[in-house]
């Protein structure tokens, strides 16, 4: 983005996809917010969370009570597994096709995790699978 726009970025600036994709960074699925706070008002708002039965049972309790509480974070979980790359993989294919410059390089991790992408149904599938 900074090629893009000729200049460095502030540090308080952030670059976000339009269509969610992290791996779609062509300039024109790019935009850029003068700080994070404009990013999330533009971005999420109106958008209910997608809450694990864990984190909102865990939401239920009184917050002076859930300090003693692990801490729920299915996403670090899942990043940690490789899973959110994945699923980012998978969703640009469906998206972009998988002759996309902006696959280059990624499909290796599908067949690393031994993920059919031969055709839409078994892309859709594979993201139903790894959304469990």
């Not at 999330?40 to 300090?67: C, D, V, Y």
């Not at 469906?94 to 599908?110: E, R």
Request: aromatic share 6%; hydrophobic share 35%; charged share 25%.
């Amino acid at each position: 983005m900074e090629t893009h726009l000729g200049r460095y970025l502030s540090q308080l600036e952030v670059v976000d996809h339009i269509d969610g994709l992290r791996l779609h960074n062509d300039p024109s699925n790019l935009r850029v917010f003068e700080k994070n706070a404009d990013h999330l008002r533009e971005t999420i708002t109106g958008i209910r969370p997608n809450w694990s039965a864990e984190g909102f049972a865990k939401m239920q309790i009184p917050s002076h009570q859930r300090k003693g509480f692990p801490l729920i974070d299915t996403y670090r979980q899942r990043k940690a597994n490789g899973d959110v790359r994945l699923q980012q993989i998978l969703l640009a294919l469906l998206k972009l096709g998988k002759d996309s410059p902006h696959l280059s390089g990624t499909l290796h991790h599908l067949e690393q995790a031994q993920i059919d992408y031969s055709c839409e149904t078994k892309i859709k599938q594979a993201l139903e699978m790894l959304s469990l």
